[in-house]
């Protein structure tokens, strides 16, 4: 009776499990980039960071705080009471810096154009860290597709193994063309082991950026490569206005208008005290208005240097700026060229390579069936066909993923993701 129960429980447990994994979501493309969007810390820190960015220039635009103040002061002992003499009084004040005019204004513009500049961070993050989503999609197709073809083949080459042990049984063959073929499909099983495990890495570094534990992707019915219309000054010009460009432009803008407040701090600020007086009912009050002006009589030590940092900021903003410019200029160059060239060899397997290989290995097992070709030529020409239909995904592969990578870039979507999947 223990037994059964223990049994029944299995049971349970196993059913619990199946239906566990039966409902776990398995996502595509679309459903990535949602839960990249939601989930993605890298992009909710830059968010974060640019809301941050935008409540400085209120901040710093704003008047010091106000200062309110009370004195006593007392004839003949601390704290004399009312009308003890003209002189005793208690009294309550205000104070008020103004900082000249113009400085907060420049404070305030300062900001703002940092805020821009870290608004076009935070729109050139959400587009780098979804090309990489693309880019490890796209590798972890590779592998799935390769591992398609890889069993596939391995059921043709168990098949060939078949019919060269059938040959050998009846005297037509020979036992080393069965052990080739055990051989061989052992080799695709090894194959199978190894890039299961880069399918795996692909897979944790997606649900690494979707910040997930673990994730399920359902693999699409085929794949097919993606067409960019745009031509390489189309891809200039965007990328001349992308969030990567525009971020250090607005940068420069900020420092420029820092150089602006540095020369303000030359100029002197202002404090208003006004004060009224309390002294009894036997004699007036007394109302006091002050005026005073903070000198900067060490600008010698401070202001100069500090004029002569944002000069510094400055140029090396400027420098910062033409880095981009220059950078995003190779970059569209070469990932254009890559995207080039994948799509002339991608042509050349379809149009010639593919089809002279499955030729070959058809004529090939025609020719060793009927025993007019040796079985070495056919697994030579299998292994063939093997090689040139992962090369063309790969190939295929480094096609999406240089689209995906030139998108950062430019700063826009260039191909919507899973539009060339099925």
């Given at each position: 009776?223990?037994?059964?129960?223990?049994?029944?429980?299995?049971?349970?447990?196993?059913?619990?499990?199946?239906?566990?994994?039966?409902?776990?979501?398995?996502?595509?493309?679309?459903?990535?980039?949602?839960?990249?969007?939601?989930?993605?810390?890298?992009?909710?820190?830059?968010?974060?960071?640019?809301?941050?960015?935008?409540?400085?220039?209120?901040?710093?635009?704003?008047?010091?705080?106000?200062?309110?103040?009370?004195?006593?002061?007392?004839?003949?002992?601390p704290f004399s009471s009312f009308n003890r003499s003209?002189?005793?009084?208690?009294?309550?004040?205000?104070?008020?810096?103004?900082?000249?005019?113009?400085?907060?204004?420049?404070?305030?513009?300062?900001?703002?154009?940092?805020?821009?500049?870290?608004?076009?961070?935070?729109?050139?993050?959400?587009?780098?860290?979804?090309?990489?989503?693309?880019?490890?999609?796209?590798?972890?197709?590779?592998?799935?597709?390769?591992?398609?073809?890889?069993?596939?083949?391995?059921?043709?080459?168990?098949?060939?193994?078949?019919?060269?042990?059938?040959?050998?049984?009846?005297?037509?063959?020979?036992?080393?063309?069965?052990?080739?073929?055990?051989?061989?499909?052992?080799?695709?099983?090894?194959?199978?082991?190894?890039?299961?495990?880069?399918?795996?890495?692909?897979?944790?570094?997606?649900?690494?950026?979707?910040?997930?534990?673990?994730?399920?992707?359902?693999?699409?019915?085929?794949?097919?490569?993606?067409?960019?219309?745009?031509?390489?000054?189309?891809?200039?010009?965007?990328?001349?206005?992308?969030?990567?460009?525009?971020?250090?432009?607005?940068?420069?803008?900020?420092?420029?208008?820092?150089?602006?407040?540095?020369?303000?701090?030359?100029?002197p600020d202002f404090r208003v005290n006004l004060q009224?007086?309390?002294?009894?009912?036997?004699?007036?009050?007394?109302?006091?208005?002050?005026?005073?002006?903070?000198?900067?009589?060490?600008?010698?030590?401070?202001?100069?240097?500090?004029?002569?940092?944002?000069?510094?900021?400055?140029?090396?903003?400027?420098?910062?700026?033409?880095?981009?410019?220059?950078?995003?200029?190779?970059?569209?160059?070469?990932?254009?060229?890559?995207?080039?060239?994948?799509?002339?060899?991608?042509?050349l397997y379809k149009s010639t390579l593919l089809p002279?290989?499955?030729?070959?290995?058809?004529?090939?097992?025609?020719?060793?069936?009927?025993?007019?070709?040796?079985?070495?030529?056919?697994?030579?020409?299998?292994?063939?066909?093997?090689?040139?239909?992962?090369?063309?995904?790969?190939?295929?592969?480094?096609?999406?993923?240089?689209?995906?990578?030139?998108?950062?870039?430019?700063?826009?979507?260039?191909?919507?993701?899973?539009?060339?999947?099925?």
């Open positions: 009776m223990p037994a059964n129960a223990r049994g029944i429980r299995f049971c349970m447990l196993a059913v619990a499990i199946v239906t566990l994994h039966a409902e776990e979501k398995s996502f595509g493309p679309h459903d990535l980039l949602s839960g990249l969007f939601q989930n993605n810390p890298e992009i909710q820190a830059a968010r974060s960071r640019f809301e941050s960015a935008t409540k400085r220039p209120s901040q710093l635009g704003a008047l010091p705080e106000p200062m309110a103040s009370y004195t006593n002061f007392g004839v003949g002992r003209e002189f005793a009084y208690q009294g309550f004040g205000v104070s008020q810096e103004f900082p000249f005019p113009g400085k907060l204004a420049l404070a305030s513009e300062e900001a703002k154009r940092e805020a821009e500049s870290i608004q076009q961070n935070y729109l050139s993050v959400v587009v780098d860290v979804t090309a990489r989503l693309k880019v490890a999609y796209y590798e972890w197709l590779t592998v799935q597709k390769a591992i398609e073809l890889t069993r596939s083949h391995s059921d043709l080459l168990s098949r060939f193994e078949e019919i060269a042990r059938n040959r050998y049984t009846v005297g037509k063959g020979l036992q080393q063309d069965v052990l080739k073929a055990q051989l061989e499909v052992s080799t695709l099983e090894q194959q199978i082991a190894m890039l299961d495990e880069k399918r795996q890495r692909a897979e944790a570094e997606i649900a690494s950026l979707l910040a997930a534990p673990s994730i399920a992707i359902r693999p699409p019915r085929g794949i097919e490569p993606s067409s960019l219309s745009l031509s390489l000054d189309d891809l200039l010009k965007l990328a001349a206005d992308s969030p990567r460009v525009r971020a250090e432009q607005k940068m420069v803008d900020a420092r420029a208008v820092g150089i602006n407040r540095s020369l303000k701090d030359f100029r009224w007086q309390r002294t009894g009912t036997n004699f007036p009050d007394y109302y006091m208005a002050m005026v005073e002006v903070k000198i900067p009589i060490y600008y010698a030590r401070k202001q100069r240097y500090a004029l002569e940092e944002s000069h510094s900021r400055l140029r090396e903003a400027e420098q910062n700026y033409r880095t981009a410019q220059q950078q995003a200029i190779y970059q569209v160059k070469d990932q254009y060229l890559s995207i080039q060239s994948s799509e002339r060899i991608m042509k002279q290989a499955q030729l070959t290995v058809d004529s090939s097992s025609s020719a060793y069936e009927v025993g007019n070709s040796d079985f070495l030529t056919l697994i030579t020409n299998l292994t063939n066909l093997i090689g040139l239909e992962r090369q063309y995904y790969d190939e295929l592969a480094r096609h999406e993923e240089a689209i995906a990578r030139l998108e950062p870039i430019v700063g826009r979507e260039l191909i919507p993701f899973g539009e060339n999947t099925q």
